[in-house]
């Protein structure tokens, strides 16, 4: 365990330091790829600790994109205000869907994820009083942390506030999955069946774990907003709910920290082949099929069974 | 030209070098960096490939002279035509590689995300592409430059000569879209305006692949012509299938913008087709000649809108930027306002109030021609720019 | 009542291409239990190999017979290659497998083909359009009609009345059993793969005179494709079929009554079926 514990300190001071080592460009690099790790590592809460596979997570990022950059454009009221709203219109979206999408399991659980991510991304993509359809809204605004508080327009201020997000909400996953609560979703995971003939009903319990979810990805989408200062109808397509699965794969499904990890190769992989040829897709198509049939564990499943050896 | 360019980027790869291309010679001072973050990967990947095609050509032609005395650099970044990607995209051209102008941006929603963080990173963002009405109305900003004709100004151009046409009912189909939309709003008012009647809308999905459901309602119009303001792919399969229920001959397609690119797809069976181009090849004066067959030595292709759109924008802006002396963006800015260049087509004014090109408009017919492989725009009418471009900081016309 | 009859054959022409798409996913899923996220790709792989043959040939028959055999020989070669080492791993490992394999595939066709997309004619026999009883309707579509429904009941005689069937099913049913049995469980599953990327690539050529061949074509038709196959009940043919009329029907007529709904009336009908029926109309409960 001591270890770890070193590993995820060190970690912390690296978060801490790295804006006066990197340049400009990079901190920005590394604000996006920990929003994407957030939104990664609320997917593995479903997918890695309860077997659910959503194929339609990117719907809660986006709701809560678009919460964000409304609180902050029409109400002009501090980004905090705006992660709230985020996280709580995602959360409370998710309480239908997961109450219908949690009859279901397996690829069907997926499609019917799928249908009202769909529906959700038809809506932001007509509703185009409030969400500019296709458009999206572009000039989001950074407020301050609070009115009269630090400013969160410098690119190391906002970069600070998004690590904050993510370590507080790293250890708030990891506190739900250590819960009693958390050991019934991985016992669900691995025998439903058994589950059920305890006489306990795991309906509950995926509801309440698919909600808590689509709040940290919310919380991921509200974030986005002002840092890239838009939202569009993109961030809820169906393509970006398949690429928070595969960063979860890539980084190690049921680990937490994996898929952040996991994220941030998957957006890097893209970044720089990206910047080389267009035709970066057969690239990124081969390292996914080699990382799929040779590391199984992902980054971090890979690096602990190597640690375990050695 | 595929198989070379992945050549050099796998080689460029393994050497680890960087991938913009320099233009070495003994230059004074470092180059004047352009920043092209465009779609070049993905369902629109032929607009900014077409932006690439133009700055290639570009790069070539003033490789000699340079701005300035300075070598001009060009590097291209993949969005993938999402505007997520093309906000960091553009970021990282701003902060790590120091680019003062961008442009080549493909989509409306990209454009409006970049061209509003634009002020905040002080560079000038100049469309040769993006047609949204709103980039120089409600989302005007003083960094903010269209070289092209705006998805309003197209529709005015089609409809100025439908006012003067024996057609009197149209349909009108636009994909369910930003600009799909805007654009069958702006001619359904022109139209109206005009004493002619649209007697039916719709919006069919972007990627729709069947449009046999809203064929059977146009046909069921009876209109003489249909108006179609559909993406590239889109109209492509929405003439194809037209073609085969034989609706073209019954209801004339009018396209909000005539390409070549659908030209070459669908064949013949586009011949006929009226709409307003942003950029006819076919367009006979002696620089548009020149221009074209330049083009044409290098690509082995006649250009289309939007290679003829960004070619003359970067032009343009190297003008400028030698007018002003510097590369500086403020001065740059102040050069720009209220200046003139003669443009492949005809000449352009880049207007104070909202950094808007006035430029001339066309309404072209797709005809064959034994010269070319494919059928090309033959120019029905032209109209100088006062005419189409619509009033400052709005999407009206007088 | 021309109205009426437009609107059934429109239905019916669009059900006809997204069976044969739908068709081989239902299949690989049923025996190989792998969602095929790659298997859009093989169907505008055949939509580009037609445009090839119908160039060098002049002709566009040899297309619909040449090009589904060598699709289906790349898809099995792909499947030997990769999926076979991951059939253990949970679903979702082989899912990104074929997410992989579509990246590579689609962006390969593009290096050879390019950007623009490519017109294929209908054969002359199917060119323009008939009057059936006044209404004007393309010779085509009722070819896709026909075929959809020959390939439906090929592939269920071939499932229900054929030894090489019987295999197939017991493979499907139980692997091990099977394997126990002497079936060659491996070479079972390449082949099937291989005849289902076969179907992909006949709706492909059969799809490109209707569409053109375009890149981006596979992932406009597998949502569909999942979408039918899912409202049908995985693995099942039948529920592929009835998955497809429907599917067929909610966007064809969804787009000529209720205009607005267009991009979201076929997720709308899956999930309402799915919320009463969650294992879908054909489907048995896992």
């Known amino acids: 365990m001591i270890p770890s514990r070193l590993s995820a300190l060190a970690a912390l001071v690296a978060l801490a330091v790295v804006p006066w080592v990197l340049a400009r460009h990079q901190l920005s690099l590394l604000t996006d790829l920990l929003i994407a790790g957030l939104f990664a590592m609320s997917l593995d809460l479903i997918m890695g600790y309860t077997g659910m596979v959503s194929f339609g997570h990117a719907a809660y990022f986006g709701l809560g994109a678009y919460a964000s950059a409304l609180v902050l454009l029409h109400f002009a009221q501090p980004v905090p205000v705006a992660l709230l709203a985020g996280a709580l219109l995602a959360g409370a979206v998710a309480v239908p869907v997961g109450w219908f999408s949690t009859r279901a399991t397996g690829i069907y659980f997926a499609m019917l994820t799928l249908a009202f991510a769909q529906f959700l991304y038809t809506v932001a993509y007509k509703w185009r009083d409030l969400t500019g359809g296709s458009d999206g809204i572009a000039g989001v605004p950074k407020t301050p942390l609070f009115w009269g508080g630090p400013s969160l327009a410098s690119s190391r201020a906002f970069y600070f506030l998004v690590a904050a997000c993510v370590v507080l909400s790293l250890f708030v996953c990891r506190a739900v999955v250590r819960s009693p609560f958390g050991r019934a979703l991985q016992a669900i995971r691995e025998n439903e069946r058994r589950f059920t003939s305890l006489g306990r009903d795991p309906r509950p319990f995926k509801l309440v774990v698919f909600v808590i979810a689509a709040v940290f990805a919310g919380l991921a989408g509200a974030l986005f907003a002002p840092f890239r200062g838009f939202a569009s109808p993109e961030v809820m397509f169906w393509v970006f709910s398949g690429q928070g699965l595969m960063m979860v794969i890539m980084g190690g499904i049921g680990t937490l920290v994996g898929p952040v990890l996991g994220a941030m190769l998957f957006i890097l992989i893209q970044e720089v082949l990206s910047s080389y040829t267009e035709h970066w897709m057969i690239f990124t198509g081969v390292v996914f099929v080699l990382i799929v049939i040779f590391l199984p564990g992902g980054l971090v499943g890979t690096a602990r069974r190597l640690g375990a050896r050695g | ?398 | 009542m021309a109205n009426l009859l437009e609107q059934l054959l429109n239905a019916l022409a669009l059900a006809g291409l997204l069976f044969l798409v739908s068709a081989g996913l239902s299949l690989v899923f049923g025996i190989l239990r792998v969602v095929n996220f790659a298997h859009g790709v093989f169907y505008m792989l055949g939509a580009y190999l037609g445009f090839t043959t119908v160039a060098l040939s002049g002709w566009f028959w040899p297309a619909l017979v040449v090009v589904p055999p060598v699709v289906g020989v790349l898809g099995a070669l792909l499947e030997s290659s990769t999926l076979r080492f991951i059939y253990r791993r949970p679903p979702i490992y082989q899912l990104l497998l074929t997410f992989g394999l579509a990246l590579i595939l689609e962006e390969s066709i593009r290096v050879l083909y390019g950007p623009t997309a490519k017109g294929v004619e209908p054969p002359p026999l199917l060119q323009g359009a008939i009057d059936l009883g006044g209404v004007l309707y393309p010779r085509y579509r009722l070819f896709l009609v026909v075929l959809g429904c020959t390939v439906g009941v090929a592939v269920w005689l071939f499932l229900s009345r054929t030894r090489a069937g019987l295999v197939i099913r017991a493979v499907a049913q139980n692997s091990e059993m099977a394997d126990c049995l002497g079936a060659d469980v491996a070479r079972v599953r390449t082949l099937v793969f291989g005849a289902a990327c076969a179907l992909a690539g006949l709706g492909g050529v059969a799809a490109a005179p209707m569409t053109t061949a375009y890149l981006g074509m596979g992932i406009n038709v597998i949502v569909d494709a999942f979408v039918v196959v899912v409202i049908g009940g995985l693995g099942s043919i039948g529920g592929s079929m009835a998955g497809s009329l429907i599917v067929g029907a909610a966007q064809t007529w969804g787009a000529f009554y209720l205009p607005e709904t267009a991009m979201v009336i076929m997720y709308a009908v899956m999930g309402a079926i799915l919320v009463f029926r969650p294992w879908g109309l054909f489907g048995e409960e896992e």
């Open chain 2, 1 to 398: 030209m595929r198989r070379r360019d992945f050549l050099k980027v796998a080689g460029g790869a393994a050497a680890g070098v960087s991938a913009p291309i320099y233009l070495r010679t003994a230059w004074a001072q470092g180059p004047i960096k352009i920043g092209m973050p465009a779609a070049l990967s993905g369902s629109n990947a032929q607009y900014g490939i077409q932006a690439r095609r133009a700055a290639e050509l570009f790069a070539r032609d003033i490789k000699a002279k340079g701005i300035l005395g300075r070598p001009v650099e060009f590097i291209y970044e993949d969005t993938g035509g999402d505007p997520a990607t093309a906000v960091r995209k553009a970021q990282k051209l701003v902060e790590k590689d120091g680019v003062k102008f961008l442009t080549g941006v493909v989509l409306s929603s990209e454009a409006l995300a970049v061209s509003a963080k634009c002020p905040e990173w002080k560079v000038v963002f100049m469309s040769t592409i993006n047609g949204a009405g709103a980039l120089t109305a409600k989302a005007f900003h003083r960094y903010f430059f269209r070289v092209n004709t705006s998805g309003p100004m197209g529709a005015r151009a089609v409809s100025l000569y439908l006012a003067e046409s024996p057609m009197k009912r149209f349909f009108a189909l636009g994909s369910d879209y930003a600009w799909g939309r805007d654009s069958v709003g702006s001619f359904t008012t022109q139209i109206t305006a005009a004493k002619k009647e649209v007697v039916g809308t719709d919006f069919p999905p972007v990627g729709t692949k069947d449009f046999a459901s809203y064929i059977a309602k146009i046909r069921q119009s009876r209109a003489d012509g249909v108006y179609l303001a559909l993406p590239g792919q889109d109209a492509t399969i929405y003439l194809k299938q037209a073609h085969q229920f034989g609706l073209n001959r019954e209801v004339k397609p009018i396209m909000e913008i005539l390409e070549l690119e659908n030209m070459k797809a669908v064949g013949d069976a586009m011949v006929g087709a009226i709409g307003s181009s942003r950029y006819p090849f076919t367009v006979d004066t002696p620089k548009n000649r020149d221009f074209v067959k330049r083009f044409h030595d290098l690509h082995g292709i006649y250009p289309d809108m939007f290679d003829g759109e960004t070619y003359e924008g970067l032009e343009w802006l190297a003008q400028v930027i030698g007018k002003a002396g510097t590369d500086d963006v403020e001065k740059v800015i102040d050069a720009w306002e209220d200046s003139s260049y003669e443009g492949l087509e005809g000449p352009f004014f880049m207007r104070k109030c909202d950094h808007q090109a006035v430029q001339p408009g066309f309404a072209v017919e797709c005809v064959k021609d034994p010269k070319y492989p494919h059928p090309i725009p033959r120019i029905l009418a032209t109209y100088p720019g006062e005419k189409v471009t619509p009033k400052c900081r709005t999407e009206e016309f007088s």
